[in-house]
Each structure stands twice: as C-alpha cells, then as structure tokens.
C-alpha cells in the first residue's frame, strides 16, 4: 500500500511539473503588477472617458463670462454642440442664427439692457463715439478670449476634480485633465480656424426678428450714417443752449412773470440724442410740463423699458399718452418715473393745466417707423376715431375745463372739435397746424401736429436727408390760454443748425426765425 501510494504521488509530481513550468515560462514574459492587453484597453478607455465627460461638464459649468459690448451689458456663453455657429439672443425679439464657424462648440450671445449712463457717456462727449465705434471689436474680442480660457481652465479643474474621485491614481488623472486640456483646445481652435467674418450678412431669423432683418442689414448702413450725424447733433445740441438768448431778443413777443411754459415732443422711437436735447431745452428755457404724444419706443419691448428712464432725470413733470409703437408694459415703465403721469381716457391737472389724453388705440410694433406702417384700413380708422369720441366724452364729463386734448394720431383729433382750445398730437414725424371744423356756438379748437422728436428714431436715417429731430415750445397766460409757440427744429438738412420759429397767435404777427449753428 505504502508503494502504491508513494508511486502515485511521484506520478502526480510528473504531472505537476510541465505546468508549474508553463506557468512560469509566461509569468517570465512580463514584469510582477503590470496589467494585462485587456485591462490596459480598459483603463485607457475609462481615461477617456473621464476626460470626455469632465471637458464637456467644464465647459458647462464655466463657459460664460459677462462683459460690455459698447453701452450694452452681454452674456456670451460656450456650449458643446454637433456643429458650430453662434446665436445672438435678443430678448425677447428673437434671436439671429450666424453660421460664423465650425466644430463641437457653439457660441451664444445675449444682449441685455442698454445701460442709460454709458449711452448718455456715448451723446455727451463727441470724442466718445468715435472711441466706442473702434473699441466695440475689441471689446467683443476681449470678451471671447475671457470666455476660452474660463471655458478652458473649467474643462481641466472638472476633469481633474473627476479623474481623482474615479482613479484615486496621480497618473491617469494626469493623463485625463491632459486630454480634457488637449480636446477643448483643440475644440476652439478648431473654431477659430474656420471662423467667417461674413456670416454676418447672411442671418437667419428667428421670432420677432423675422419680420424685423434691417436689424442686422439696413441697421449697419444707419450705424455708419449715425456716427457722422451724431458727431453734427453733439455741436448742434450744444447750440441750443444759445437759443434761449436769441429767443429773450425778439421783440414780438415776451413771456409775462405768470407764463406757464409746455415742452411737446413726440415720436423719439428709442433715439437717445432726444433725450439729450429735451433736457437742454428744460433747463434754457425754463419750462414747467414736458407733454408727449407717444411713440417713445419702437417694439415696445421689456429691454426698452430702460430707455424711458431719462424722464426721471427732468425733474419736471411729464404727461405721456401711448403711441401705436408703445406697448401696456411701455406705459407701465413710464408711469414708473417719479416725475410721469400716463394718461388714458383720463384727466389731470399739472401747473395749472387741466390735460386730457388717451392712448393710441393700435399696437403697431412693426419695423417701419413711419406712420404709413400703421396700415389706415377702414377698421382701424374706425378704431382711431372711436379714441377721439372717447376722450371727448371724458373732456366734456370733466369738473374742471379741460385747457388741452392729447391724441396721438391727428385721425382721433375730430371729435374733439369745440370741446376745448388745443388738441395735440404726433404719429406724422411732420408738423401741421390746423383749425378743427367748428360747429356754430362751439369754441374754437386748434389741432397743432409735432413732428418726430427723435428724427423718426435711427431709421431716419435711412434717407439721403436725416429726418428733422423736432419739438415746440408753448407759452400759456394766467388764465391758461395759449399765446405763442416756438417751433425748434434741429438738423435734418445734412448741416448742423438748429433752427427755432417764433408764432404768436390770436392774429399777431410772428417773428423772425432766427437760425444757429
């Protein structure tokens, strides 16, 4: 038994030995703990993908940066995309589609709300202009270069945060914020390699814009048209300051001590030069109410609310009525000014004067500024001329005599006729004076027209000839009767002048135009 058992176990050594000896034939061909072909495969792949996933959560976290564009305040974000191009945001209008570049990274631009005091900036120092037309592309480069490195140290620090938590291994976390670095360079330059300028001129549109490509088209030719003219209007705004001299020298007429002065303007469509030449009338002439006949936007947007902020700034009161460019939300901002009242089928008495108004019965906010936009069908004429018979009704119920009607549309003036001694009102961007048909026994109505304050917004631009920016000054007496006018026009004819007309009613003769430039 003992040699059978002993036979069998040195049987078993025999056996025993080629493999003990394979085995080490293989462990031979490769040093002790380094992985095998497919666990290396393994590990290279979960590499990979760590950096992938890091790059992509990086860009997600970090890829926006804020920065100024000009007078407005931007948001420009990265995000991974199958194809590349950019969106210019512009809310809430729509947004513009550019296929500026190629590659995994698409580009997002949101334009915010114009800042009031750099745009003010922009109007009061000539030099500044120029400055910010030069210094636009350098801003948008400053901001994009702010943007990839953010975007790219974002992709590295997510990876590496990543790689650590997954491997718990200095070198394949090394080699993942490697790749993340190399995949996002690589991401960006490949964008800046194929970048095409000219994909500007070939947008694509997308809500309001739709209806609105002079945005990027026409809007270049009135940028370029408006730097020469607002270079002109900076010289001609100061000029005003000495129309207030030359006015105390006509001899036609003087403002007695209890004179009530009215500022009219209407239609600025978003002009911000307006602003700065009503506020220079305010101040050189005095004047107790500023009235506007509506139209102070185009759109009638949220982000131009802000634009209507300069009525705070007069320290007098202002009365608005809605023009058919003028949402609820328009009305709304104004009447959030300190100094403004929005009338609508109602009345209120500012310095002594009792004014009636009401808001344009339309809401028009197409591109074109002109009045012809508003398409005068027989249902809408119906709408305009109902507002009239509206608020002549709420003048005529009025406890107090009401001095002057406020329409935005001279269509709305009719029914007004005899129901007070002014009407006044905007829409035509041209000015008119006119007597209201007058039934017997009734008191005579005029019906005097602004043009467009704000030269019919930047669109007035479009022309050979910038539209006029235009307003008019009324002198009211004690007992609240109007005795004259000055009609200020300022440039409109390619030359800087302002121009300023003296009219003297009840049959006086007026004065002369005295001219300043």
């Not at 005091?117 to 120092?125: H, P």
């Not at 990543?162 to 964008?191: E, I, K, Y």
């Not at 982000?303 to 939300?329: C, M, Q, T, W």
Request: net charge negative.
């Amino acid at each position: 038994m003992d040699g059978q058992h002993d036979e069998q176990h040195d049987d078993a050594g025999d056996r025993d030995e080629p493999v003990t000896g394979a085995a080490s034939r293989r462990s031979a061909g490769r040093p002790a703990g380094r992985p095998g072909p497919v666990r290396r495969t393994a590990v290279i792949l979960a590499v990979l993908a760590v950096a992938l996933a890091g790059a992509v959560l990086g860009v997600l976290a970090g890829g926006r940066v804020d920065t100024d564009i000009g007078p407005f305040r931007a948001n420009l974000t990265l995000t991974p995309a199958s194809a590349g191009g950019t969106t210019v945001d512009v809310p809430p209008l729509g947004a513009l589609l550019l296929d500026s570049h190629d590659g995994p990274t698409h580009l997002t631009v949101r334009l915010g709300a114009l800042d009031q005091g750099r745009t003010e900036a922009l109007l009061d120092d000539p030099a500044s202009i120029s400055r910010a037309s030069q210094s636009a592309v350098e801003d948008v480069r400053s901001g994009v270069m702010r943007l990839g490195l953010r975007t790219l140290a974002s992709a590295v620090l997510v990876t590496l945060i990543l790689a650590g938590l997954a491997f718990r291994d200095v070198r394949r976390t090394a080699w993942a914020g490697g790749l993340a670095l190399l995949v996002t360079a690589g991401s960006l330059g490949t964008a800046a390699a194929t970048l095409r300028p000219q994909a500007i001129e070939e947008p694509r549109y997308e809500g309001l814009l739709v209806n609105a490509p002079a945005i990027v088209g026409d809007a270049r030719r009135i940028a370029n048209d408006y730097t020469k003219y607002a270079e002109q209007l900076q010289r001609i705004v100061g000029n005003v300051s000495q129309l207030y001299t030359t006015v105390s020298a006509l001899p036609v007429y003087e403002p007695a001590p209890g004179t009530t002065r009215v500022l009219h303007v209407s239609d600025m469509h978003l002009n911000p030069t307006g602003w700065q030449l009503i506020r220079t009338v305010v101040e050189q002439f005095d004047i107790d109410v500023v009235i506007d006949t509506g139209d102070i936007t185009d759109w009638g947007s949220e982000p131009e609310a802000s634009f209507v902020g300069s009525i705070g700034l007069l320290k007098k009161p202002y009365v608005f009525i809605r023009g058919n460019h003028d949402s609820g939300r328009t009305g709304a901002a104004v009447a959030r000014q300190p100094n403004a009242i929005v009338l609508n089928n109602s009345t209120t008495t500012v310095a002594g004067l009792t004014i009636a108004g009401i808001g344009d019965p339309r809401f028009t906010p197409d591109k074109n500024t002109s009045p012809a936009g508003s398409g005068l069908t027989q249902q809408v004429a119906d709408q305009v001329i109902g507002a009239g018979e509206q608020l002549a009704t709420t003048v005529r119920r009025s406890p107090r005599p009401v001095n002057i009607a406020l329409v935005h549309d001279p269509a709305s003036a009719g029914p007004l006729a005899g129901t007070c001694p002014l009407v006044l009102a905007g829409h035509t961007h041209a000015r008119q004076i006119s007597k209201l048909p007058q039934a017997p026994g009734q008191q005579p109505t005029t019906l005097m027209v602004e043009g467009s304050t704000g030269g019919a917004g930047l669109r007035g631009l479009e022309g050979e000839k910038p539209t006029p920016l235009s307003m008019s000054v009324l002198y009211f007496d004690q007992q609240k009767m109007l005795q004259a006018y000055d009609d200020i026009t300022v440039g409109g004819t390619g030359q800087a002048q302002v121009n300023l007309e003296r009219h003297v009613v009840e049959g006086r003769t007026a004065g002369p135009s005295p001219s300043v430039t």
